[in-house]
């Protein structure tokens, strides 16, 4: 408000408007109307001394208004009839309020009494005023127009009068900078923020402007249905007229009343859109459910998103996915519920904390009516699922030099989830045959995201084993939730980063205990593995895991099941070489590699998760994946686990002494029994290497003609036994003994013959 030119008006505005002085005027509408339409004009039962007040606040329950430069100061009323509950006097003269829904009080601004730019924090229970810090930079007058609080990172935007810049403070006093006014014409006043959207009121011009709160970028604006008031300072609820959610705004002058005027559902909550567990859902939405308005004035119906029912908890992090299947009457591509239950065991045995103490994740996957909804109980999605099977298509779009065009996808996206109103809610998953013309396994539309596909038409049996959609299904999730394929970068395949977000992890699993297949992001940053000189003795330090590496020879990331101790790194059957340089994850460098801790570095809100009222700006082009079968088939799978040589063969670093020339029965085993055809090709060799150090001396060389008929599996031992022929030739010489078997894994015996 511009104080000193309005006084002048205010005997005109009085006089013109004093018949409505004392009474409440409800003008019903239609359940839902456009942005800006009036939904409820209230006049309060005391006037402001002053005849001056711009603060408005909703409690959840009841309005408190403000007065400028006047004793008692702050009202509480109803918001129906605008009888007065309470009045306090805290200062003197209050500007605008703002109510806090994380501490239960309101922040009241600065109005001509005390220091111009002192924020106070109110107990509404007894009207005691604590000055919190002075926004010095926003105290170019004696009133402050607007006043929101951010519940969801506990700061404050404040809006002085006859000003067109917006300031923004940490709760504790600390300046976050400043930005211009989105609006023109007049000045801004009234700010309001509950969710991810700022609304920026003007000055008596009864229009409002609302931006996107992390970015700024202009999201929409409304003429407000106030009609003759003048309104001020702005203020949430979604509660009084639920499931509609209205926009307070109170006179600045006499007779002291207030408007509610119509925003989009789901917009802006109550209390500055407290998210206690930084979900981005929030907390209203999962304990009463949300209302969401679709596509604004069309013609799609509101839709209400029951999340309690659903088993949403403000107390703990929930993910919404809603997955969608291509179908034809071959095959199906709907992911089966053991992959499903693979991730949302994953996400509820994760490491993550939230800010309210809980530990994990829950993760909601509504594949259809009759997939699963709570894996405790087994109570299927039934009538709360809107997933659905899609036609048929090889490939759901094409890629150009730019990636992947999501156009077919967002033609699949506008038909399936957005009428649903679950667009502020879920990720929106497609799993479809092939993408484009290659044969990647998926996509994310960007990091930090909320749509994915997952298209294994090109792997096992046309639609990707259990653990090709388990894999994949958590691999581009994690690109939505800010992974990329090294945690915090680019750099793929890094044997120091354990996680399905690598390649090297994505479809086998993280080896943990020596055996592949559980599903995880990494869980710590494990220490830089500087390349350009590597220790084997030192290895990666990874306790209870196994990695994986590059090996030229076999052209594949080789499983190492123990990464805790030595590692050859350069695939040559020794663990003691220091200041190594070799290319570990076969990208062409020798750099340092980070390590990288995924689940503390998740981020829950990307793309449109959160963002209820208005149509996200998501990316059209992407860059495209690479995970081909063709790079798939780099992978091994880890379907052994090597339990060490038995006698009269001693486990390496031990140097076994031998005869030149005899038959050397190798045991060993693989835990359990794998047949027969064990060996990978070329294996088992023997390579003669320098007595006392282990350097390779010449190539390696196939044993001698062990074959299947050499080797024997006992089922009561559970061990393997391959004779080796040696050759007397030897004799005076040290050769190593290399096992690799057809899953990529190998391991090596030394020995000294005379």
Not at 48 to 65: E, N, P, Q, R
Not at 236 to 255: I, L
Not at 341 to 369: C, R, W
Request: charged share 15%; proline share 6%.
């Amino acid at each position: 408000m511009q104080k000193k030119s309005a006084l002048r008006g205010v005997r005109g505005l009085v006089l013109s408007l004093v018949l409505l002085a004392g009474t409440a005027i409800t003008q019903p509408v239609s359940a839902f109307a456009a942005n800006g339409d009036l939904v409820q004009q209230v006049n309060f039962g005391q006037a402001c001394s002053s005849g001056i007040g711009v603060g408005i606040a909703f409690d959840g329950t009841h309005l408190w208004y403000s007065c400028y430069a006047s004793s008692p100061d702050l009202y509480e009323a109803d918001p129906i009839t605008g009888s007065v509950i309470a009045s306090y006097t805290v200062a003197g003269g209050l500007g605008a309020l703002a109510w806090d829904g994380n501490r239960k009080r309101i922040w009241a601004g600065w109005g001509g009494a005390g220091t111009s730019g002192d924020i106070r924090l109110v107990d509404p229970a007894t009207g005691a005023g604590t000055v919190m810090f002075n926004a010095a930079d926003a105290a170019a007058d004696s009133l402050d127009d607007g006043l929101a609080y951010d519940a969801q990172d506990d700061s404050l935007f404040v809006s002085p009068d006859g000003s067109t810049t917006i300031y923004h403070y940490a709760s504790s006093g600390g300046t976050l900078g400043s930005f211009p006014w989105s609006g023109a014409g007049c000045y801004n006043s009234g700010l309001a923020i509950g969710g991810q959207l700022l609304f920026q009121g003007s000055d008596g011009c009864n229009h409002v402007w609302a931006v996107q709160r992390g970015s700024l970028a202009a999201a929409f604006d409304f003429p407000t249905g106030a009609g003759g008031v003048r309104d001020e300072d702005l203020e949430c609820d979604s509660v009084t007229f639920s499931p509609r959610t209205v926009m307070w705004s109170v006179e600045a002058y006499e007779p002291r009343r207030a408007i509610a005027f119509e925003i989009p559902p789901g917009s802006c909550t109550t209390g500055g859109g407290v998210d206690s567990d930084r979900d981005g859902l929030l907390d209203e939405w999962e304990t009463s459910g949300v209302t969401i308005d679709p596509d604004g004035a069309g013609p799609i119906a509101p839709q209400f998103i029951d999340l309690p029912a659903m088993g949403a908890d403000k107390n703990k992090p929930d993910v919404f996915l809603q997955v969608d299947w291509m179908a034809d009457p071959t095959h199906s591509h709907a992911l089966v519920p053991a992959a499903i239950k693979k991730v949302v065991d994953a996400f509820a045995a994760s490491p993550y904390t939230s800010p309210t103490g809980s530990t994990g994740i829950n993760l909601h996957v509504d594949g259809g009516p009759s997939s699963i909804m709570n894996y405790a109980t087994s109570a299927t999605w039934g009538a709360l699922s809107r997933a659905t099977a899609l036609t048929h298509v090889s490939n759901l779009g094409t890629s150009g030099p730019g990636g992947y065009d999501w156009t077919a996808f967002q033609a699949l996206k506008d038909a399936h989830l957005t009428p649903t109103g679950r667009t502020p809610v879920f990720h929106y998953v497609v799993s479809a045959h092939n993408y484009d013309s290659t044969t990647s396994s998926g996509i994310s539309r960007g990091i930090g995201a909320s749509d994915l596909i997952v298209s294994l038409g090109s792997f096992t049996g046309g639609v990707g084993s259990t653990n090709e959609q388990a894999g994949t299904l958590m691999h581009e999730l994690g690109h939505n939730l800010d992974l990329r394929h090294g945690g915090g970068d680019n750099t793929n395949y890094k044997p120091n980063y354990l996680s399905v977000m690598s390649y090297g992890f994505q479809m086998g699993g993280v080896i943990k205990g020596g055996v592949a297949g559980t599903f995880d992001y990494s869980r710590s940053a494990l220490g830089t593995l500087d390349e350009g000189s590597l220790s084997e003795p030192a290895g990666i330090g990874a306790a209870g895991y196994g990695t994986r590496r590059w090996c030229p020879a076999s052209g594949s990331y080789v499983a190492v099941p123990d990464a805790s101790g030595p590692i050859d790194w350069n695939c040559n059957g020794t663990t003691t070489e220091t200041g190594l340089s070799f290319d570990t994850n076969n990208d062409g460098a020798t750099g340092a590699l980070a390590g990288h801790d995924d689940w503390t570095n998740l981020k829950l809100k990307g793309g449109a998760i959160g963002l209820a009222g208005v149509t996200p700006d998501l990316p059209t082009v992407t860059e495209d994946e690479t995970f081909t079968v063709e790079e798939a088939a780099k992978i091994p799978n880890s379907t052994t686990t090597f339990t060490g040589f038995f006698p009269p063969v001693s486990n390496s670093p031990a140097v076994n002494a031998a005869k030149a020339g005899s038959a050397i029965p190798v045991k060993f085993g693989l835990g359990g029994n794998h047949g027969l055809d064990i060996f990978a090709p070329g294996s088992p060799s023997s390579q003669q290497v320098t007595c006392g150090t282990g350097t390779p001396v010449g190539d390696p060389q196939p044993t001698a003609g062990p074959g299947k008929a050499e080797l024997s599996y006992n089922a009561a031992t559970g061990r393997y036994t391959m004779v080796w022929k040696t050759a007397s030739s030897w004799a005076g010489s040290c050769r190593r003994l290399t096992v690799a078997f057809g899953d990529g894994t190998q391991q090596v015996a030394e020995f000294r013959f005379r």
